[in-house]
């Protein structure tokens, strides 16, 4: 596996994604897209570890998409946008438990990358913003995720002013999980994980994708999901081996 | 035998064409028709995310109730409505390729609704023109799975035959296997099942591309043996009486995996690398259970919804009916993966890998 804008580690039971690009401000590029894409489709397939962290080098985070991708002297497309949404929708559906590790700048593309994982964990002098809509364009699908997080008003507003929000704010309307200081970050990290004590891939997997589809459906509907995801669940080791020790059969 | 896979020349599905008997009916005025007040089975009707199906039913008597029909009749209905929607779904079939029905050498007729002797192959092959040698089999009471299985035969025989034409029809009436006894078990099925025929036309031939249809690289079955009784038909009182087991979507579900993994392994490919998922509309339940299962999402299963919500459960002709949904889409591209699934008694998951 070449990856040349991310560097990828494996320690302690976790898979660390380092994005790798500090002179851009870990600006998403294509190659990083492309990257991002092999990385999740290789910890999807041969890696064993339960937890994925997310962080960028160089104490920022990701400054969003990087703009020289696009030509000067050509019109821009938006087949580049349908890649990384690609991406994220991996990172969002790996049946691993997902950590963001913010330090600094988390804006745009960045900001939804946070988004896709299952947990944040921010420094205090990080600052999240979709500065997208003041330079004309769009953030993303981030206009699909932002408002399941934190309300359609405030994720409007967000969005549309570009207002940057310190860590501290992000926690109190829900955006960031985990405050902690400036050099705490691998701690805290440390701690949101030791959160989740026995980890299940498959029960994370599934429970993730109800939240996420609740907002799709009507009850009636989503009742038929929540059974069909639930059988799968009981069936899986891990909670065979509860029955069995509820009825004290070894 | 000389399976699809191993020929070095894949055939490829060129056509499809679909029909369906004209009268329609809403959930809803078919409990009126079946005058039907328990309370559970009303509760079928109204939660099988169908819309509408496709029936032959006789006309209500005075005082509005369904006339009873005997075994005599529904295989009467069986035998006139497969003639009429069979060759209609032939001819648009045909319509759509470039093939002439005396060009097809080989065909398959698929049925599980009606039993006949002779089979349905020979009475497509008189009433839709098809000439007097044409190779003939008939796939009959393998029930939803048994377009799979008849598409295995078909493309092994199109595999083997390069430029002679093959084609498959299914015809289901599955208002020729009705019984109304007011009972749980004849509720479920009447509320689920409706008509139709799908016809499909293969070919193996050089000249042809991505633009003609998908090529057929291989199939997988499964069969769960310890689940024999859970769909089946019963006879009762002179009719066929089709029972389905409560357990049937999760017994599918927890088995699904192993045909699709040994099917993609195969070929080296991830579930992530297929584009397309056509998938017979058994109904919610088992969707539901195939995709969490398979970790597939709602645009994966989008045509398997739209031919539940539209027709019922086709039988073994649904996951066709699927496949002219995503033909008519034309969101299918050069080097595609497809997979096809079907489900029936066995219970039995039969599958099938494509590409355009």
């Known amino acids: 596996m070449e990856l040349t804008t991310i560097q990828f580690e494996r320690a302690d039971g976790v898979a660390t994604i380092t994005l790798d690009r500090p002179a851009q401000g870990n600006a998403i590029s294509a190659e990083l897209v492309a990257d991002l894409k092999t990385v999740c489709e290789y910890i999807e397939d041969e890696v064993d570890e339960k937890v994925v962290v997310i962080r960028g080098a160089g104490g920022q985070f990701c400054s969003g998409i990087d703009l020289t991708d696009f030509p000067v002297d050509d019109k821009p497309n938006v087949y580049g946008f349908g890649k990384w949404e690609s991406a994220c929708r991996t990172i969002e559906r790996l049946p691993k438990v997902t950590v963001a590790a913010v330090d600094g700048e988390c804006a745009g593309g960045g900001f939804q990358l946070a988004l896709t994982c299952d947990v944040r964990v921010a420094t205090e002098r990080a600052v999240f913003h979709l500065h997208e809509v003041r330079e004309g364009f769009l953030p993303g699908m981030g206009t699909f995720r932002l408002s399941k997080f934190i309300g359609l008003g405030r994720a409007r507003r967000l969005a549309l002013t570009g207002r940057r929000l310190r860590a501290e704010e992000a926690q109190r309307i829900g955006l960031v999980d985990h405050l902690c200081p400036d050099s705490g970050l691998d701690i805290a990290v440390a701690e949101a994980i030791e959160e989740f004590g026995e980890i299940n891939p498959v029960a994370i997997e599934l429970c993730r994708r109800l939240f996420d589809e609740s907002f799709e459906m009507p009850y009636e509907e989503f009742i038929g999901s929540f059974l069909a995801a639930q059988h799968r669940a009981i069936q899986t080791e891990p909670f065979l081996r509860r029955v069995r020790k509820a009825h004290g059969v070894a | ?356």
């Not at chain 2, 039993?115 to 003939?136: C, E, I, M």
């Not at chain 2, 045909?259 to 017979?280: C, E, S, T, Y």
């Open chain 2, 1 to 356: 035998m000389v399976s699809v896979m191993d020929t070095e020349l894949k055939p490829r599905l060129i056509s499809v064409g679909t029909a369906n008997p004209t009268t329609t009916y809403t959930q809803a005025d078919l409990l009126e028709l079946f005058q039907c007040e328990n309370k559970l089975i009303r509760r079928f009707f109204t939660n099988s995310h169908i819309n509408k199906r496709h029936l032959v039913l006789p006309e209500p008597d005075e005082e509005g109730a369904m006339p009873f029909e005997d075994g005599a009749a529904l295989i009467d209905k069986h035998l006139k409505t497969s003639l009429s929607i069979g060759t209609e779904s032939m001819g648009k079939c045909l319509a759509n390729s470039a093939i002439t029905a005396e060009e097809i050498a080989y065909i398959c007729a698929v049925t599980t609704t009606g039993f006949l002797a002779p089979g349905l192959s020979a009475y497509f092959t008189r009433d839709g023109g098809l000439r007097d040698n044409v190779h003939r089999v008939d796939v009959v009471g393998m029930g939803c799975n048994a377009g799979m299985n008849g598409l295995l035969q078909t493309s092994q025989y199109a595999a083997n035959n390069p430029g002679n034409p093959a084609m498959m029809v299914s015809s289901e009436i599955c208002s020729a296997a009705y019984v109304f006894d007011m009972t749980v078990r004849t509720g479920v099925v009447n509320s689920l099942f409706g008509d139709g025929s799908a016809a499909i036309v293969l070919l193996a031939s050089e000249e042809l591309t991505a633009k003609d249809g998908p090529q057929i690289m291989g199939f997988e079955s499964l069969i769960v043996p310890q689940a024999l009784e859970e769909m089946r038909f019963d006879f009762v009182d002179g009719l066929f009486s089709f029972y389905l087991g409560r357990d049937i979507p999760y017994m599918i579900g927890d088995n699904i995996e192993k045909p699709i993994n040994a099917l993609l392994g195969r070929f080296g490919l991830k579930r992530r690398d297929i584009k397309h998922w056509l998938i017979h509309s058994g109904g919610k339940k088992v969707i539901d259970a195939i995709k969490y299962n398979l970790g597939i999402t709602e645009h994966d299963v989008r045509h398997t919804r739209t031919i539940l919500r539209d027709f019922g459960n086709l039988s073994s002709g649904a996951f066709l009916f699927s496949l002219q949904e995503l033909t008519r889409e034309g969101t299918a591209e050069e080097g595609d993966w497809g997979v096809t699934i079907a489900m029936g008694p066995g219970i039995s998951i039969e599958t099938g890998l494509i590409r355009w």
